[in-house]
């Protein structure tokens, strides 16, 4: 029997839920946060993911979060899922209040048993707030 999943989708969004009859909506997808200082709390956001294999099959993800320089930024987490008739199961994962203490590029992983997946990044930046950039200017 095949046990190998794949990621087919996986994303940040600002909002995502899935309907009574198994529908995705994904609302606002993005890859850059924006910040004006370090450490900076952003209030919000999904990670989403759809995972793909055999059907019926039952599977254990982990979802890992790293920073630019290789430290877990999310407590480890395992979620337990049955791939549906369509071989397919959708992974919503509510973010909420999570501080980011450095700039550059984040990585975003699945991982099953070890082996990755499926895996995106985004990126954090920090900008100067437009009040501050137009006192530098006069």
Same mark, same amino acid.
């Given at each position: 029997m095949d046990k190998k999943i794949k990621t087919e989708l996986l994303t940040l969004c600002d909002h995502a839920m899935t309907s009574?009859?198994?529908?995705?909506?994904v609302i606002g997808l993005?890859?850059?946060i924006f910040v004006t200082q370090l450490p900076s709390k952003y209030p919000r956001f999904f990670i989403v993911a759809i995972v793909s294999?055999?059907?019926?099959?039952?599977?254990?993800v982990e979802l890992r979060?790293?920073?630019?320089?290789?430290k877990a930024l999310l407590p480890k987490r395992s979620v337990s899922l049955k791939l549906g008739g369509n071989g397919k199961a959708n992974v919503l994962t509510d973010v909420a209040n999570l %501080?980011? #203490?450095e700039v550059g590029e984040y990585?975003?992983?699945?991982? %099953?048993? #070890?082996?990755q997946v499926g895996s995106t990044s985004f990126f954090v930046s920090k900008v100067v707030p437009k009040d501050q950039a137009t006192q530098k200017k006069n």
């Amino acid at each position: 029997m095949d046990k190998k999943i794949k990621t087919e989708l996986l994303t940040l969004c600002d909002h995502a839920m899935t309907s009574q009859q198994g529908k995705l909506s994904v609302i606002g997808l993005f890859d850059r946060i924006f910040v004006t200082q370090l450490p900076s709390k952003y209030p919000r956001f999904f990670i989403v993911a759809i995972v793909s294999g055999k059907s019926g099959t039952s599977h254990e993800v982990e979802l890992r979060v790293k920073t630019p320089t290789g430290k877990a930024l999310l407590p480890k987490r395992s979620v337990s899922l049955k791939l549906g008739g369509n071989g397919k199961a959708n992974v919503l994962t509510d973010v909420a209040n999570l %501080t980011f #203490e450095e700039v550059g590029e984040y990585t975003i992983e699945i991982v %099953t048993d #070890e082996d990755q997946v499926g895996s995106t990044s985004f990126f954090v930046s920090k900008v100067v707030p437009k009040d501050q950039a137009t006192q530098k200017k006069n």
